[in-house]
């Protein structure tokens, strides 16, 4: 059976953004319920401590202080439950399908408090446009279960990716995750050079995000003003002639209105060899990025041999 199951998973699935856009606007305010449960969590630079880690079939708060005990709220996204365990023994589980945001949220919350979990979350969703507070979101979304698991199966093939970029650099660089608000698998890293935060578009999540030089990569499922999947990099602040830079694979661009280097998920998918295009993406634009910036070489080791 094991066996059987591995021939049939397919690590590089299509996600049209077309067909998924309505599961992700529900499968967003999801993640950013749990993902708000670790706000209670001691703050640490970068909003570090905020990030939700996959898991084998799906993402999960990793263990969150309560009173004298520990909780953690788990994400399933092959049996597609919400998953609620704690130190004092509650095991608690809520499914998900299609329905309304404020229908997930009375349910979310209702099982905390059955729990003993007395722990209220800002309603209001961060970093999306147009948000409407998740009890007063009252139209049904729907659910499709085959292109969640398409989304999970994307993050995990990524991850891996990542993982080996990760691992070659000798600076600041905190673990690779889920950042809630803007739904994209990141990795980032940074000089350790303060930047100041007080100009006229430093709300409070960008003054603690964007206080330091930094290079991010990453994947996000699309949105709006860029629909359809894709890789990301991009660094901070942005040194003049950046956009000029030569990167690899030969799919990969410029985008003028994000302010990032892009590739196309859909290039990666049908890549002859999607490892590792999506590495030398990854590689590629650090490399120009860092030398435009100034960045110190010695910051990346060359590792074991790709």
């Not at 990167?247 to 049908?270: G, M």
């Not at 999506?278 to 030398?291: H, P, R």
């Amino acid at each position: 059976m094991t066996s059987v199951n591995l021939l049939q998973y397919e690590p590089w699935p299509a996600l049209p953004y077309d067909e998924f856009q309505s599961t992700q606007y529900l499968l967003h305010r999801v993640v950013q319920a749990i993902g708000k449960l670790k706000l209670a969590t001691p703050f640490e630079p970068h909003w570090a401590n905020v990030t939700l880690f996959l898991t084998s079939q799906g993402l999960t708060t990793g263990l969150i202080p309560y009173q004298k005990g520990i909780f953690n709220v788990d994400a399933n996204f092959i049996d597609h439950h919400i998953i609620f365990t704690s130190s004092w023994g509650d095991s608690k589980k809520i499914k998900l399908h299609s329905m309304s945001v404020a229908q997930f949220i009375s349910k979310f919350l209702n099982t905390l408090n059955d729990m003993g979990i007395i722990m209220p979350i800002n309603l209001m969703p961060q970093e999306i446009p147009n948000p409407i507070e998740f009890d007063k979101d009252l139209d049904r979304r729907e659910y499709r279960s085959d292109l969640v698991k398409a989304w999970q199966r994307i993050m995990l093939s990524s991850y891996q990716v990542m993982q080996r970029y990760h691992s070659r650099f000798y600076g600041i660089t905190p673990p690779i995750g889920l950042m809630w608000g803007t739904l994209d698998l990141r990795d980032a890293r940074y000089k350790g050079k303060h930047i100041p935060t007080d100009g006229p578009n430093s709300g409070y999540i960008r003054r603690n995000a964007m206080d330091d030089a930094q290079v991010e990569v990453g994947w996000w499922s699309g949105s709006e003003q860029y629909p359809r999947p894709a890789y990301f990099s991009f660094i901070y602040p942005e040194p003049n002639g950046i956009e000029q830079a030569t990167i690899q694979p030969s799919k990969a661009h410029w985008d003028n209105s994000l302010r990032e280097f892009i590739l196309d998920y859909d290039d990666v998918r049908t890549a002859k060899h999607p490892d590792q295009d999506l590495l030398n993406f990854f590689e590629s634009t650090y490399a120009v990025e860092a030398e435009k910036a100034g960045w110190e070489p010695g910051l990346v080791v060359s590792g074991n041999p790709v």
